[in-house]
Every structure is written in C-alpha cells, then in structure tokens.
C-alpha cells in the first residue's frame, strides 16, 4: 500500500500526530483495521493493491465509502471488495477516489446537487466546513435521506466530517 489513514509504523502503536487524528475521531478503529488487512491482501492474492491508496472508511450504516487514490478504483476488484464485505459484515462497499473536497462530496451525495463548499475559521484556529445542498422543494428533507445511496439525513454531517476530516456543518437552500 502507498498511503494508509495512519503510518505505516503506527499501526501497533500510534505516533503523536496519528494519535490526535485518532482522538478526534478522523481515525477509527475500523481504518486501522482494514489498514492492516490490506497489507496482508497484498501479500497474497491482491498485489495490486502495492502501488494502491487508502485513506479512510466512512462508515454510514448499511454502505461503508472507502476513500482512495486517484486512480486506484481498479485495483480494488469486485473480489476484493466481497472478501472485505465478508470480514466485517458490510451490505454495500462505495469506492471513492480522493479528490477536492467539493468534488468527494458531490460524489457523496449525487445525483443531488451541491450548491457549495465554504471553509470558514473559527476565532479558536480551528475551521469548519459550510456545504450547501439545493433542496429547493424540501423533497430531501422530507424524505429524510439524500442521493442515490440513500444516507439518512442525520449520518450526513458525520459522514462529511469523516470523508474531508473536518468539522462539517450542512445547509439546505
Ligand atoms: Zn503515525
């Protein structure tokens, strides 16, 4: 594996700086696991998966994102994918390629339409994201999910959080 959502080294034990990105919740158990998983496979059956990026899980319930290099959808074969489904008992595996986070969350939340992306500071250093998603009729908000993947309305800023880490906040307009 090229990128893994901690380094190399720090899947026994984690480093300062993976440490506070596993405290604040932007890595989970489950991307270690699969880390380390990952690196088995491609020792074995799945040496494609060498020049391939991981960089996180989004777990959202019945549908589990896993973010990748650009590029690298290929190497993770429908084969692949099952193997993963069956080790941890996920319904549905959405592979999609890191890219701007405007970009991943269109891709999130497709075919609806994302009006905007603002990151905003906060007078404490620290910054959040604004996404703005059209919902001009209210269809989304009465439905209660959003896009093809169906993601409950109330996983959603969670979900964005963990795909762009960072604090996310969700408006409709
Ligand atoms: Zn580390």
Do not use: W
């Not at 084969?79 to 390629?97: G, W």
């Not at 339409?113 to 910054?127: A, C, R």
Request: aromatic share 8%; proline share 5%; glycine share 6%.
């Amino acid at each position: 594996m090229k990128k893994l959502p901690v380094c190399k080294t720090c899947l026994d034990t984690l480093c300062y700086s993976c440490q506070e990105r596993y405290d604040q919740g932007y890595v989970t158990q489950f991307d270690m696991d699969l880390a380390k998983d990952l690196l088995d496979f491609e020792e074995g059956d799945f040496p494609e998966l060498k020049t391939a990026s991981f960089y996180n899980a989004i777990d959202v319930g019945d549908i589990v994102f896993l973010v990748v290099g650009i590029g690298d959808t290929i190497k993770f074969s429908p084969e692949l994918l099952l193997k993963i489904q069956d080790l941890y008992l996920i319904p549905n595996i959405v592979i999609i390629e890191k890219s701007s986070v405007k970009e991943m969350i269109q891709e999130l939340i497709s075919p609806e339409i994302l009006l905007g992306v603002n990151q905003i500071y906060l007078p404490t250093m620290e910054s959040e994201y604004r996404i703005n998603i059209s919902d001009p009729e209210g269809a989304i908000r009465e439905r209660g999910n959003i896009g093809s993947h169906r993601i409950p309305l109330e996983s959603l800023e969670k979900a964005c959080s963990l795909m762009i880490r960072g604090i996310t906040k969700v408006s409709f307009s």
